[in-house]
């Protein structure tokens, strides 16, 4: 539980633009949340980090890319206005990223993520020969219409996204062979989120609750939690200790563990909190 390698390399990465950007006397600034964890984005900000949802209007500096990527317009905008940027794409991410661009040309491309979920938008926001690559986008079973018969497609999933959901759409993308289509699943759900969702379920089966920790717009924390629910456990999705109840205190064997946006420091801070009397 807590931070993947790609939160930390992120994280690394914004240490050291903040910096660069004091020696070189300019404005530090991040594309959006650096992560999805308010007190490590509060940290930033401390630090004079600014979040930014685009160049317009902004002094150039130094901006960081946060590790879920960015659509291609918007990292253009960026260097065309005169900034200084810091990618802290993570490398899965840029992997399948550069993957989308390649396939543009000869597939067409499905994307399977959350709507509006910022992977979700960088995907989707590829650009090749000067335009964004068409995609369509897949939330759930239900999204998924026919296929144009004889067609090829190619599918990408978002790294945090839900694995037996993700399970069942590729079950219903296969049966589109049927009608002549090629269909290749360029990637999977990260490795990273896979062990942490299999250890979650065999923690949930030695508790007789769990308590998750991690932000509310974290992809990954809310799957943690859904995948105990689904076990038949009591859950919470608590930010910090802050949100601790009594009710967490009543159980024999209560389970801790953390979306991979969690910093260490708030873990410890809530397993003390929940050993007091």
Same mark, same amino acid.
């Given at each position: 539980?807590?931070?993947?390698?790609?939160?930390?390399? /992120?994280?690394?990465?914004?240490?050291?633009?903040?910096?660069?950007? !004091?020696?070189?006397? !300019?404005?530090?600034?991040?594309?959006? !949340?650096?992560?999805?964890? &308010?007190?490590?984005?509060?940290?930033?900000?401390?630090?004079?980090?600014?979040?930014?949802?685009?160049?317009?209007?902004?002094?150039?500096?130094?901006?960081?890319?946060?590790?879920?990527?960015?659509? &291609?317009?918007?990292?253009?905008?960026?260097?065309?206005?005169?900034?200084?940027?810091? &990618? /802290?794409?993570?490398?899965?991410?840029?992997?399948?990223?550069?993957?989308?661009? /390649?396939?543009?040309?000869?597939?067409?491309?499905?994307?399977?993520?959350?709507?509006?979920?910022?992977? $979700?938008?960088?995907?989707?926001?590829?650009?090749?020969?000067?335009?964004?690559?068409? *995609?369509?986008?897949?939330?759930?079973?239900?999204?998924?219409?026919?296929?144009?018969?004889?067609?090829?497609?190619?599918?990408?999933?978002?790294? $945090?996204?839900?694995?037996?959901?993700?399970?069942?759409?590729? /079950?219903?993308?296969? $049966?589109?062979?049927?009608?002549?289509?090629?269909?290749?699943?360029?990637?999977?759900?990260?490795?990273?989120?896979?062990?942490?969702?299999?250890?979650?379920?065999?923690?949930?089966?030695?508790? &007789?609750?769990?308590?998750?920790?991690?932000?509310?717009?974290?992809?990954? $924390?809310?799957?943690?939690?859904?995948?105990?629910?689904?076990?038949?456990? !009591?859950?919470?999705?608590?930010?910090?200790?802050?949100?601790?109840?009594?009710?967490?205190?009543?159980?024999?064997?209560?389970?801790? *563990?953390?979306?991979?946006? *969690?910093?260490?420091?708030?873990?410890?801070?809530?397993?003390?909190?929940?050993?007091?009397?």
């Amino acid at each position: 539980m807590g931070y993947c390698k790609g939160v930390s390399r /992120a994280l690394a990465l914004a240490v050291s633009a903040l910096q660069d950007a !004091k020696d070189a006397g !300019k404005p530090v600034y991040s594309l959006g !949340k650096l992560i999805h964890n &308010d007190e490590t984005c509060a940290f930033f900000a401390d630090q004079g980090m600014q979040v930014i949802a685009g160049s317009e209007g902004y002094e150039p500096g130094v901006v960081v890319l946060r590790a879920h990527g960015v659509p &291609d317009t918007i990292r253009s905008s960026f260097v065309e206005a005169g900034f200084d940027l810091v &990618d /802290a794409t993570c490398p899965v991410v840029k992997h399948n990223l550069s993957s989308i661009a /390649a396939y543009a040309s000869s597939h067409t491309i499905l994307i399977v993520g959350h709507p509006g979920h910022p992977e $979700t938008l960088a995907m989707r926001g590829v650009q090749c020969g000067g335009k964004s690559c068409e *995609t369509v986008l897949i939330h759930n079973p239900e999204d998924i219409g026919l296929p144009e018969p004889g067609k090829s497609y190619v599918v990408f999933v978002q790294t $945090t996204f839900d694995q037996g959901l993700w399970n069942e759409i590729q /079950a219903i993308l296969r $049966t589109w062979e049927r009608y002549g289509c090629e269909i290749i699943f360029a990637n999977e759900v990260c490795p990273s989120s896979i062990n942490r969702r299999q250890a979650t379920l065999e923690l949930a089966d030695a508790c &007789d609750a769990v308590v998750v920790i991690g932000g509310r717009e974290s992809a990954n $924390t809310r799957a943690l939690y859904r995948l105990v629910c689904k076990r038949g456990k !009591k859950a919470w999705h608590i930010e910090n200790e802050t949100e601790i109840t009594d009710e967490m205190r009543s159980y024999d064997i209560l389970g801790i *563990t953390a979306g991979a946006s *969690t910093p260490s420091e708030v873990i410890h801070r809530v397993i003390d909190s929940l050993q007091q009397e």
